[in-house]
């Protein structure tokens, strides 16, 4: 497993000014968001977000999965994986997922040696 994603200091600018439970809410609820939206999004493969964004849906529920750990709360990966995706992660592949061609592979592999 890759190493854990450092959190990123958001309280800067704007954001500099709240306390950190109502950072902590606007935040989690972003994070809500994007979540709804990538399950919307089945269309998305995930080696096209790693393509272009360096992280994918997998990457997503490995940080939730940290967070948890972090919490003092174990979480297995297919449960965090099940956060995620909204339903069994072999049941997305099942429903949404495509081979992936010549050419995101290709990219994968440019985008891998740059995102790490």
């Known amino acids: 497993m890759p190493a854990p994603q450092p959190e990123?200091?958001?309280?800067?600018?704007?954001?500099a000014g709240l306390d950190a439970a109502t950072?902590?809410?606007?935040?989690?609820a972003a994070f809500r968001k994007l979540v709804a939206h990538l399950r919307e999004r089945g269309d998305v493969q995930n080696i096209d977000l790693m393509n272009l964004a360096g992280f994918c849906?997998?990457?997503?529920?490995?940080w939730?999965?940290?967070?948890?750990?972090?919490?003092?709360l174990p979480?297995?990966?297919?449960?965090?994986?099940?956060?995620?995706?909204g339903m069994d992660y072999k049941a997305w592949q099942a429903a949404h997922q495509t081979e992936a061609s010549p050419e995101q592979k290709a990219a994968f592999s440019q985008a891998m040696a740059k995102h790490g």
Request: with cysteine; charged share 30%; proline share 2%.
């Open 57 to 62: 849906r997998n990457c997503m529920s490995r």
């Open 64 to 72: 939730y999965q940290e967070a948890a750990a972090e919490a003092g």
């Open 23 to 28: 950072r902590d809410r606007i935040e989690a």
């Open 8 to 15: 990123a200091d958001l309280a800067l600018g704007a954001a």
């Open 75 to 85: 979480l297995e990966t297919p449960a965090a994986r099940e956060i995620v995706y």
